[in-house]
């Protein structure tokens, strides 16, 4: 079983920053093997992947993100993180800490586990 606890969410003003934390506890396997990833969803819309990475620290973003924010993980504190940067109203939503099945990162629709989410608003 994979339990997973975002943190870190908040009200920003346009351009602000936002390390976005998710604390991660698996039954039975090392945190560290699992492609690991963010999503979030705004109000109307459906939830959309947001960036991913895997065992092996490889990572993959949307178009959205690209350039602006920052997956990274911490092994030994079993801490996967977002750091948004540049934000913009358009980023507003529940982000989403997720996890899948295997250590490669296989696509947006792989992710199995998820988190009760972490609420992000950016203000113009």
């Known amino acids: 079983q994979v339990q997973l606890l975002e943190s870190g969410g908040g009200s920003v003003q346009d351009g602000g920053s936002l390390r976005l934390s998710c604390a991660v506890a698996v039954t039975g396997y090392s945190y560290s093997r699992y492609c690991m990833g963010w999503f979030r969803q705004a109000p109307g819309k459906e939830r959309e992947g947001v960036a991913a990475?895997?065992?092996?620290?490889?990572?993959s973003y949307s178009d959205s993100v690209k350039g602006r924010f920052t997956i990274s993980k911490d092994n030994a504190k079993n801490t996967l993180y977002l750091q948004m940067n540049s934000l913009k109203p358009e980023d507003t939503g529940m982000y989403y800490c997720?996890?899948?099945?295997?250590?490669?990162?296989?696509?947006?629709?792989?992710?199995?586990?998820w988190g009760q989410g972490t609420q992000v608003t950016v203000s113009s």
């Open positions: 990475i895997d065992l092996y620290g490889g990572t």
């Open positions: 997720a996890a899948a099945g295997t250590w490669y990162c296989s696509g947006w629709h792989a992710f199995t586990y």
